[in-house]
């Protein structure tokens, strides 16, 4: 069966520092991976995902996330946070088709001024 | 143009009361899911409808049931609804074959 680990509950950042959110699979076969970020009162939003190829994957608002295989490990980095990307982190594992995926837990993301 | 679209956005109602939420996708998708998010914000899946099959998450109750009168709607009606049913309902589609799901803005259902 498929599961999606994010281990960090909470994460607090100061604007300007670099982030990254961690996000461990299983899954039994070549896994495909998403991204969403869910701001306050509002629905999800693709970040970036991966299916094959290159493994670090460029997303949109300066996101981007490195598949590593032997770790089953698909985390989210940005190397200067904005304030405007306080909200909630989901990582999605499994199906071809996203919808079908199973998601992590979230990561809820803190920036301090 | 939104993309997809739930109506309504809040939702108060009494315990035992039949309610719906309907949500339209202009995308041309061919695949409509149902979600359901508590209050701790876990994501998870109940219903994914195309005109080929309906899955069903097996933890989901049978209070619980998809309607999908053409392949741009898929509306959720729930029967005698109760206290725990309360939580954000969030309605996405996607195309078969590898793509992302677009979600709405979400239902927040509170269940007095």
């Known amino acids: 069966a498929q599961s999606v680990t994010q281990p960090d509950i909470h994460i607090t950042v100061s604007e300007g520092a670099s982030l990254e959110l961690r996000c461990n699979y299983s899954?039994?076969?070549?896994?495909?991976l998403f991204w969403y970020v869910q701001s306050p009162g509002q629905g999800l939003q693709l970040l970036l995902k991966y299916f094959s190829g290159d493994t670090l994957v460029q997303g949109i608002k300066g996101f981007e996330a490195e598949f590593k295989r032997s770790q089953s490990s698909f985390n989210l980095r940005k190397p200067s946070v904005h304030w405007s990307d306080a909200a909630e982190y989901f990582c999605a594992v499994g199906a071809t088709n996203a919808g079908k995926s199973t998601f992590g837990d979230g990561t809820t993301l803190t920036v301090k001024p | 143009d939104t993309a997809v679209s739930q109506t309504p956005k809040y939702l108060v109602t009494q315990m035992g009361n039949d309610k719906s939420i309907k949500c339209e996708q202009n995308l041309g998708h061919d695949t409509m899911y149902w979600y359901k998010q508590d209050s701790k914000k876990f994501l998870k899946i109940m219903f994914s409808y195309n005109n080929k099959e309906l899955i069903i998450n097996e933890t989901v109750p049978n209070r619980f049931s998809p309607k999908s009168p053409d392949k741009a709607h898929l509306n959720l009606h729930i029967n005698s609804l109760e206290l725990g049913d309360s939580a954000v309902y969030f309605c996405a589609s996607s195309q078969e074959g590898g793509s992302e799901a677009f979600f709405g803005q979400g239902t927040r259902l509170t269940v007095v």
């Open positions: 899954y039994g076969a070549t896994p495909y």
